[in-house]
């Protein structure tokens, strides 16, 4: 795709297409999982689990931040982007075997009796696809081709529903057709889209070593950056596990999955931003984007977070049963804090994109602190809901070193990110207008159409 093309494109466009395709893929994910507790009954189902979070596990550890480092390498073309991409698979062979070594190990520290050896190797030839589509999403981000980082999205999780049904509900199966199903849906999505890269780039392992070096290294920090924030998501329900009781931490875990499904949007918005950003040269013009989609994140997440807190205490017993009306007042309590962190995620992504994730960590280690040393004083005296505060307390520190980051190294202003100007209303207008005249012609050409009889 040459520059005019590339600029013509709309973002607007782009971000669309990304929320679609994860909605999409939610939704797919959220029928495979019934499909399978069905299907499986509650034994097999917890056998299946237990397994796949080894191996998600393992994941997270040897995934190395690669796909990010692969969207700012050939977004800025530091090395040529077929070396880059070379690169990216060489190290993709060595984060494989590594993937299986820890997960066999950990099967055989665990020692899960209901865990069969064909279960097992289905499961470790997972792992190498899993990265492998977790790594090409990256390499198309960095290269603008949002579809195809898009189709990585749905084509798995639309493929392993389909095969679920198959192998689980016809075939009869059970966990290791489940697995086999995973295994089939990472396969297919991985061959096509590498297919489509090898059309475009010629792909040599290994790849020179100075390349390898420099995609790994910044890799490494931005896995360290993720890994840290999993640390904040996660570090509140590491502690009301050890401080309450399981039911406490079951209401306050569906509050927490609940609120942050108000990520979704500026979820999106943050992929499509870090490839434009990695791709941009024009820090001015990068700015002005970046804050016109902070501002529109904000103004989403606070319509959403006010229609959640008015409807949660109908939406929970409805889905989830009455028994957790108990997390409706996690949900009300930790809004705040969601809301807040959308500022640190869209900025994030900004500078992530030009290849600075090492500034995340000034923001978050002190965050991290900081939860854990709140909760061990709330949790004891409030449960749950101090628990959320904390949280709330931890991401509005994150976020106020960030933007304070953010500020100088963009040499902007508080006012230029959060206050809108003209340009904002004239483009809101022009949005506006363009999208009333599209309408229109669509229904001229309706109009036009021959009627049948």
Not at 246 to 253: D, K, L, P, Q, T
């Amino acid at each position: 795709m040459d520059n005019m093309q590339r600029n013509k494109r709309s973002l607007a466009r782009d971000i669309a297409g990304v929320f679609s395709g994860n909605i999409a893929a939610m939704g797919a994910v959220l029928l495979t999982n019934i499909v399978l507790s069905r299907g499986l009954g509650p034994t097999n189902y917890g056998i299946l689990t237990s397994l796949l979070a080894v191996l998600m596990v393992s994941v997270s550890i040897v995934q190395l931040g690669i796909n990010r480092s692969a969207v700012f390498h050939l977004g800025q073309q530091i090395i040529p982007r077929h070396t880059t991409i070379s690169s990216v698979y060489t190290i993709w062979g060595i984060t494989s075997l590594a993937g299986i070594l820890i997960s066999t190990i950990s099967v055989l520290i665990i020692r899960n009796p209901n865990f069969t050896a064909l279960m097992v190797t289905c499961a470790m030839l997972v792992i190498p696809f899993i990265l492998g589509n977790l790594y090409n999403s990256g390499i198309f981000l960095g290269l603008e081709e949002i579809r195809y980082s898009n189709m990585l999205h749905y084509l798995p999780a639309y493929l392993t529903l389909f095969l679920s049904l198959l192998f689980v509900w016809v075939f009869k199966l059970g966990v290791t057709g489940a697995i086999t199903a995973a295994l089939i849906s990472s396969v297919v999505a991985f061959v096509v889209t590498t297919r489509h890269l090898k059309r475009e780039f010629e792909i040599k392992v290994p790849a020179p070593r100075n390349a390898t070096w420099s995609v790994g290294k910044l890799g490494i920090v931005y896995a360290m950056s993720h890994m840290l924030l999993q640390l904040n998501y996660k570090a509140d329900v590491l502690m009301l596990q050890k401080m309450r009781s399981a039911a406490e931490v079951g209401f306050y875990s569906i509050g927490v999955s609940i609120t942050e499904q108000l990520w979704l949007i500026p979820f999106t918005i943050g992929l499509v931003l870090m490839s434009r950003t990695a791709n941009d040269t024009d820090n001015s013009g990068a700015a002005q984007r970046t804050a016109l989609l902070l501002r529109i994140g904000i103004i989403l997440g606070i319509i959403g977070s006010i229609a959640l807190w008015v409807v949660a205490p109908l939406l929970v017993p409805v889905i989830f049963g009455k028994p957790y009306l108990a997390s409706v007042p996690i949900i009300q309590s930790i809004l705040p804090g969601i809301v807040i962190f959308i500022i640190f995620r869209l900025l994030e992504s900004h500078l992530a994109g030009k290849g600075k994730p090492y500034l995340a960590l000034w923001a978050l280690i002190p965050s991290l602190i900081l939860n854990i040393g709140l909760n061990l004083w709330l949790i004891p005296r409030y449960g749950a809901i101090g628990s959320a505060w904390a949280t709330n307390i931890s991401y509005a520190s994150a976020t106020i070193v960030y933007v304070a980051i953010y500020l100088r190294t963009m040499n902007t202003t508080l006012w230029e990110l959060f206050v809108p100007d003209r340009q904002d209303i004239e483009k809101a207008k022009r949005l506006w207008s363009e999208r009333k005249k599209k309408k229109n012609n669509n229904e001229i050409q309706e109009y036009d159409q021959p009627q049948g009889l």
